[in-house]
């Protein structure tokens, strides 16, 4: 098992990352669960389908007794609506102010739970457990939770750590493929915005057993960064790459039309050569980029001009007023952010022209 451990002024926690840690899961909770108090699981119904049985043998063999709450899959239930669903079973659950919910699931399971239980009685406790590569290296570290609204992507929420984070690489086994692509476009962010090295690892021959080396390097470098920067302030933003274009993406197609991670590769590509254009980001850069992002089968070329995400960019909540703080690239491994009004934005993407000249060589 390897074990990180997340230094904040309200509390450290830990990662817990190994293969075979769900088994094992019962017996980490019981720190946080009292004899008389409800633990309430969160989770979807595809998770559900496949490790209802694993989790529930690993919580009664601590002899703790829980209430599903089993939501359906999708972006679609991040919303107010999924998120009064999830009030209704803590209501009836009974949970008080020293429960505990688990999030069991991926990234839309993680900040639906997250939002939930912040808010619930002004905050109950907390463990993640997230089961898709792109929750277990990126969303289910750092405290970010949220819903969905129309008029932008994670626009209702807040900042609230978990207690404990564990990771369990097997779940992965039972993920689409197409998920899995999603969550290496998080992976790929992580090389491309901090770690060279790691980049380069993963434009070479990676072998299953460096999987979970892969998954602590990026719980790793999102760790330091959020111990830094815990509010999204400063340093905290450049894990945002991507994640602005890629947010426009998604709600001009609607969420769920693409993954997160394809959205998010998309952007990459878009925000690299908008860099290059710019003259901010090393020549060569997106191409090397681009390339790994096709070597994971991520990022086809996109269906429309770049210039048309430019409108909904102005909801992003990274927005403020008459312009939006890019996260943009000086070279592979290393990533800044750039304060630039929406009109010059519009204007450069315009440049970029149509979709095969941004994600073609």
Not at 91 to 114: C, E, I, N, S, T
Not at 125 to 148: E, I, M, R, W, Y
Not at 231 to 259: P, Q, V
């Amino acid at each position: 098992m390897r074990t990180l451990t997340v230094e904040l002024p309200g509390g450290a926690y830990e990662i817990r990352i190994g293969d075979g840690l769900l088994a094992e899961l019962g017996a980490m909770l019981l720190p946080f669960h009292g004899e008389e108090t409800p633990v309430v699981v969160v989770t979807d119904e595809n998770v559900w389908s496949h490790y209802r049985a694993p989790l529930a043998a690993s919580l009664a063999a601590a002899g703790i007794a829980f209430v599903p709450a089993v939501c359906p899959p999708g972006e679609t239930n991040k919303s107010m609506d999924g998120l009064e669903r999830l009030y209704d079973v803590f209501a009836k659950a009974g949970l008080p102010r020293g429960g505990l919910v688990v999030a069991f699931g991926g990234g839309v399971v993680g900040d639906l739970a997250g939002f939930a239980a912040a808010t619930w009685m002004r905050g109950v406790q907390l463990v993640q457990v997230p089961t898709t590569l792109l929750a277990q290296v990126d969303s289910s570290v750092g405290g970010k939770t949220a819903v969905n609204h129309a008029h932008g992507k994670n626009l209702i929420g807040a900042f609230y750590q978990p207690k404990l984070v564990v990771v369990d690489p097997e779940t992965l086994r039972t993920l689409p493929a197409r998920e899995v692509r999603g969550g290496m476009a998080e992976v790929i962010k992580y090389g491309a915005i901090r770690s060279k090295s790691l980049f380069d690892t993963l434009d070479g021959d990676m072998k299953p057993a460096a999987l979970a080396e892969i998954i602590e390097a990026c719980c790793r470098i999102k760790s330091e960064i959020v111990v830094r920067d815990e509010r999204d302030f400063g340093e905290r933003m450049l894990l945002n790459f991507g994640h602005t274009f890629g947010h426009a993406i998604e709600r001009r197609h609607g969420f769920g039309h693409y993954t997160h991670g394809e959205a998010v590769a998309f952007g990459m590509v878009v925000a690299a050569r908008l860099g290059e254009r710019l003259a901010l980001t090393q020549p060569g850069a997106a191409d090397a980029l681009r390339r790994l992002l096709a070597r994971h089968r991520l990022a086809p070329d996109y269906p429309e001009p770049p210039v048309v995400l430019a409108p909904a960019m102005a909801s992003d909540k990274k927005s403020g007023g008459r312009g939006v703080r890019l996260v943009l690239l000086r070279r592979i491994g290393e990533a800044f952010t750039q304060e630039m009004r929406f009109d010059d934005i519009e204007a450069a993407l315009a440049l970029l022209g149509a979709a095969p000249q941004v994600f073609s060589q």
